[in-house]
Each structure stands twice: as C-alpha cells, then as structure tokens.
C-alpha cells in the first residue's frame, strides 16, 4: 500500500513542499531509505527506529540498545 505525506521545508524565505512516500507491504523485515541528499538526513535513520520502539514496535533482528 503506498501512502503520500506532504510536508514543508523552510530555506531562507523560501518554502518547499516535500513529498513523503511510504510503502508498507507484507514480507521482509526493516525499513529502507532512499534518497537521501547528505549525511545529515541519513542519522533520520535512528530517529525513525527510537520512533518505533516508543510506539511498542519491535522490527524482528534488530537489538535496541538501553542507555
């Protein structure tokens, strides 16, 4: 099932729209991202994982780390 979020991003004065896609289907397990611009978005990696766990969804194989 693919989903569209919109979304805004602020540059300057300027606004941009921003198109999220998800697709959630049955089958593998984990999440991928894709297209990615830098390094800076990529550690979103980790905030859509501690996301997850708050919410009391466990991706099978992935061992989250107490502090």
Known sequence: ?????????IHGVAA????IEVNVDTGGVGYHLVGLPDNAIKESSYR??????NVGF??????????
């Not at 099932?1 to 991003?9: C, D, E, F, R």
């Not at 859509?48 to 766990?53: P, V």
């Open 48 to 53: 859509i994982s501690a996301a997850l766990k």
């Open 16 to 19: 941009q729209t921003i198109t």
């Open 58 to 67: 466990k991706i099978p194989g992935v061992n989250y780390k107490s502090k």
């Open 1 to 9: 099932m693919l989903i569209k979020i919109y979304g805004s991003a």
